[in-house]
């Protein structure tokens, strides 16, 4: 799975709420998804966030990977900075967004597995 640290002018990073019906439904996460099979990490995670935020990527790098244990399934994530995009994001698949400051993000909800992005992104300079 991929996931984007998008930063707006301000130096907030976006985080959207899952929705219900998902798997954790109701937790804040760093928007992103599932890689396809054969499909190249950046390659999703261009497609994920058109499809979900509306926004056209232009520039990011791969930031961190964790593997994270819930008591039901077992998740890989990657993070990536979006350095440049195109566009306003918008929750277009009915999730909630919110800009949020960096460290603020432990008081949000976040989903256990992207605490450990949480810390690493408190001591880096927002692009």
């Known amino acids: ?27 804040w996460e760093f928007p992103g998804g599932k890689v396809a099979a054969g499909e190249p990490e950046a390659q999703a995670l261009e497609r994920e966030l058109h499809e979900e935020l509306g926004i056209r990527v232009e520039a990011a790098h791969a930031f961190m990977r964790v593997r994270h244990e819930y008591p039901d399934r077992s998740v890989e994530l ?23 400051a960096t460290g603020e993000l432990d008081a949000v909800g976040i989903l256990e597995a992207d605490r450990p992005f949480v810390e690493a992104l408190k001591g880096r300079a927002t692009p």
């Open 78 to 100: 990657s993070l990536w900075v979006i350095e440049r995009y195109q566009g306003t994001p918008q929750g277009l698949e009915g999730q909630r967004l919110a800009w949020v």
């Open 1 to 27: 799975m991929v996931a984007a640290a998008l930063y707006d002018a301000a130096g907030r990073i976006l985080i959207a709420e899952r929705p219900q019906g998902k798997h954790m439904a109701g937790h």
